[in-house]
């Protein structure tokens, strides 16, 4: 009974090894992966290498799946400007189809998809307080970004709700990450919807101006509300003379 087991385990094992190799010498892939490689050649292959394999200056991309590409590039992390250099969030130079191929052809190496967080389940406080707890040391807790040694922790204003969740399983650069176990993806909508609301501070009430601050806002309230009430005054100051 053992000996089938392991001769089983053996089996199961090559083919998993086979189905490796295979995907890294390069079984067929889909068109869009296809055109990803193209792409791999022209922005990616002199630091990540061939089949992304990782060299010196780069890290393998094999089994780090769309869920890391689709991150470092929807983020214009990659293609990283220079060696050494913290990945920053940059303009964009790839459109979205070349992101779609370059994404495909990454994950044709294996590796996770990408998070679909659901924030409208999520509940705001519940948000705030895992954020005070697992991010704010580093993000600090209006989401604002900070400083940790050696690196920037970003501002959160600019990361979509699909990104906040990528970079929570992921831990890009000095980030930790964050496993099921730790946050799962319940708290995770929750703590996506809390960055949506802080990136979005509620109407303070009254009547918005543009937010341009109190000196304006009370020039709104000498031109509007004094000839108001001065033409008040005159109106009962002529009830009162007749
Ligand atoms: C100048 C060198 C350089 C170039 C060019 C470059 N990268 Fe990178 N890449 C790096 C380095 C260094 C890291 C590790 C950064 C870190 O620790 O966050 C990295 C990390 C990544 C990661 C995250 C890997 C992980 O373990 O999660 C992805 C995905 C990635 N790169 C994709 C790309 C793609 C796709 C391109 C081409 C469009 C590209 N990179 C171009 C240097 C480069
Ligand atoms: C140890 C410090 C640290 C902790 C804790 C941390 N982060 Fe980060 N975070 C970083 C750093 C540094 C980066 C920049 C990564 C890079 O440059 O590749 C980052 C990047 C991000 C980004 C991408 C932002 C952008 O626009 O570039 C998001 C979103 C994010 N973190 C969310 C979170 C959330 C949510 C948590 C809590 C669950 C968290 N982080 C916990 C340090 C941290």
Redesign the pocket.
């Given at each position: 009974m053992r000996a089938v087991l392991s001769l089983a385990v053996v089996a199961a094992a090559s083919l998993l090894v086979a189905g490796s190799a295979g995907a890294a010498l390069g079984t067929p892939r889909s068109p869009l992966a296809v055109r990803g490689s193209h792409?791999?050649g022209q922005?990616?292959l002199?630091?990540?290498r061939a089949n992304a394999a990782g060299g010196p200056?780069?890290?393998s991309?094999q089994g780090?799946g769309a869920l890391?590409?689709d991150?470092?590039?929807r983020t214009g992390?990659?293609?990283?400007?220079?060696?050494g250099e913290?990945?920053r969030r940059q303009p964009l130079i790839?459109g979205d189809r070349q992101i779609r191929a370059?994404v495909a052809y990454?994950a044709s190496f294996g590796g996770p998809p990408v998070p679909q967080p659901e924030p409208w389940l999520g509940d705001v406080s519940k948000g705030q307080a895992l954020f005070a707890e697992h991010c704010a040391g580093c993000h600090q807790v209006a989401a604002q970004g900070g400083y940790v040694t050696g690196a920037l922790p970003p501002p959160l204003d600019e990361a979509t709700p699909q990104q906040v969740a990528e970079a929570v399983r992921?831990g890009?650069?000095v980030m930790p990450r964050f496993s099921q176990h730790a946050i799962s993806d319940r708290q995770l909508d929750a703590i996506v919807r809390y960055v949506e609301s802080a990136q979005h501070p509620e109407n303070p009430g009254g009547w918005g101006i543009g937010f341009v601050g109190p000196v304006p806002e009370g020039l709104v309230t000498w031109f509007i509300a004094m000839p108001l009430l001065i033409g008040l005054c005159l109106v009962i100051g002529t009830r009162f003379r007749t």
């Open positions: 792409l791999y922005y990616c002199g630091c990540h200056d780069a890290p991309l780090v890391a590409a991150f470092y590039l992390y990659m293609p990283l400007r220079h060696l913290q990945p790839l370059l990454i992921i890009p650069y």
